[in-house]
Antibody, heavy 117, light 108 residues
Framework: EVQLEESGGGLVKPGGSLRLSCTAS????????FTWVRQAPGKGLEWISS????????KYADSVKGRFTISRDNAKSSLYLQMNSLRVEDTALYYC??????????WGRGTLVTVSA | DIKMTQSPSTLSASVGDRVTITCRAS??????LAWYQQKPGKAPKLLIY???NLESGVPSRFSGSGSGTEFTLTISSLQPDDFATYYC??????????FGQGTKLEIK
């Protein structure tokens, strides 16, 4: 069974940085677009960034544009999210998800990011 | 960005009921619309893609319809396992993806 596993979350002060990772247990990682979605405590889902299989096409939500950078390493079946200039409002559970063009058909369990002084 | 608005925000229903959740887009998304189910402490699960296609393994009591700006998710006969929060999402390639705010389906 294909799985996604996120890591790298933690407690960081406002203005700080974190790098999230998502590793896939599948050899077909390099054929899919992958995405990051977050969910603040008790709130709804917020799409934040996607990257196509060949890294050519990237998009970001306005709320993170200029602060977050998505990247991937197909050789390692891994997706990353570099988060800089973190704000209190970035506190959330961050999910990695596979975009199969049927929507997001595979999700990880998420990694928690807490931004607090 | 395309705004997705779901209604109602909360829905109370009983086992066996037929329920419908509506999702409206601020501009056309064609049929690039998905529905997800999320239970507390769990990741979302894809139910419906391209507005009306049932994801593999999802019970047939779930169905989706619509195109353009108005979409619906229908559960034909509610089961105990269906009480959860439901989200619509547009995934038009040329726009940032956006989710609706969610509909919490509660037991009456």
């Amino acid at each position: 069974e294909v799985q996604l596993e996120e890591s790298g979350g933690g407690l960081v002060k406002p203005g700080g940085s974190l790098r999230l990772s998502c590793t896939a247990s599948e050899s077909t990682f390099n054929t899919y677009t992958f995405t990051w979605v977050r969910q603040a405590p008790g709130k709804g889902l917020e799409w934040i960034s996607s990257m196509t299989s060949n890294s050519q096409y990237i998009k970001y939500a306005d709320s993170v544009k200029g602060r977050f950078t998505i990247s991937r390493d197909n050789a390692k079946s891994s997706l990353y999210l570099q988060m800089n200039s973190l704000r209190v409002e970035d506190t959330a559970l961050y999910y990695c998800a596979r975009d199969s063009r049927r929507g997001f058909d595979l999700w990880g369990r998420g990694t928690l990011v807490t931004v607090s002084a | 960005d395309i705004k997705m608005t779901q209604s109602p925000s909360t829905l109370s229903a009983s086992v066996g009921d037929r329920v419908t959740i509506t999702c409206r887009a601020s501009q056309s998304v064609s049929s690039w619309l998905a529905w997800y189910q999320q239970k507390p402490g769990k990741a979302p699960k894809l139910l419906i893609y391209q507005a009306s296609n049932l994801e593999s393994g999802v019970p047939s009591r779930f169905s989706g319809s619509g195109s353009g700006t108005e979409f619906t998710l229908t559960i034909s006969s509610l089961q105990p396992d269906d009480f959860a929060t439901y989200y619509c999402q547009q995934y038009n390639s040329y726009s940032p993806y956006t989710f609706g705010q969610g509909t919490k389906l509660e037991i009456k």
